[in-house]
Nanobody, 125 residues
Framework: QVQLVESGGGLVQAGDSLRLSCAASGGTFSSYGMGWFRQAPGKERDFVAAISGSGGRTEYIDSVKGRFTISRDNAKNTVYLQMNSLKPEDTAVYYC??????????????????WGQGTQVTVSS
């Protein structure tokens, strides 16, 4: 059983940066694709970014391309989301998730097997 714990959220101003971390325990971390999703109040939980088990492939939602970077350190069983040039519309609870499914499914919330508890990111204007 894989357990995921996010950290690094907080309250920042527009234009600032944050780095989210997600520490995994249990399972073989490098065998899982990892993703970040976010959920704003009253909205669906949406895909943000994903990275393959080896770290060789990444995928981003268009609205964060060029601003967010997903990375992973398999030696530390940790995945990161570096968020730069933050905007108020980035405000949400951010969740990391793990999937053993195909890479082609990484944007699909239902294909993720494991989820963290979430960390709040609030960007003020």
């Amino acid at each position: 059983q894989v357990q995921l714990v996010e950290s690094g959220g907080g309250l920042v101003q527009a234009g600032d940066s944050l780095r989210l971390s997600c520490a995994a325990s249990g399972g073989t971390f490098s065998s899982y694709g990892m993703g970040w999703f976010r959920q704003a109040p009253g909205k669906e939980r949406d895909f943000v970014a994903a990275i393959s088990g080896s770290g060789g492939r990444t995928e981003y939602i268009d609205s964060v391309k060029g601003r967010f970077t997903i990375s992973r350190d398999n030696a530390k069983n940790t995945v990161y989301l570096q968020m730069n040039s933050l905007k108020p519309e980035d405000t949400a609870v951010y969740y990391c998730a793990g999937t053993s499914g195909r890479w082609g499914w990484v944007t699909m919330r239902t294909k993720y097997n494991y989820w963290g508890q979430g960390t709040q990111v609030t960007v003020s204007s």
